[in-house]
């Protein structure tokens, strides 16, 4: 057995420890979520949370135990960069550094290209 940590789900009806038909499905979150990497978790948890809609956030963060903060910017992340935009004008991130150009002349291949007397 490896020590994973599988967080236990902080809902309401979780916590009072009834059976509801979600209980289930709580407890497979959190043993999936416990083999994802911090992004994956964050993401995951951001799709729940507008699958659930208006205060998905909250709800999922009970389950989780992730902070309604952290899956507020998932969504935002899954509504930004991960998705692509069919809009032509894409807005600049904003006060970011220059992006990095790769120029088509290597140093390396200007000294390598020249031919040092390779005939004969
Ligand atoms: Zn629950």
């Not at 899954?78 to 991130?93: C, Y």
Request: hydrophobic share 25%; with cysteine.
């Amino acid at each position: 057995m490896s020590a994973t940590e599988i967080s236990v789900c902080q809902c309401k009806l979780c916590g009072e420890g009834k059976e509801h038909p979600e209980r289930e499905m709580h407890q497979q979150m959190n043993v999936f979520l416990s083999r994802l990497d911090e992004n994956q978790r964050r993401w995951y948890v951001a799709l729940e949370s507008k699958r659930i809609g208006k205060g998905g956030d909250s709800v999922m963060s009970q389950i989780t135990g992730m902070d309604e903060k952290t899956i507020r910017r998932g969504r935002e992340e899954m509504e930004g960069k991960l998705s692509v935009t069919p809009t032509e004008h894409i807005r600049h991130p904003g006060g970011g550094r220059p992006p990095i150009e790769k120029r088509p002349n290597h140093p390396y291949c200007l000294t390598e290209d020249y031919r040092v007397g390779n005939s004969g």
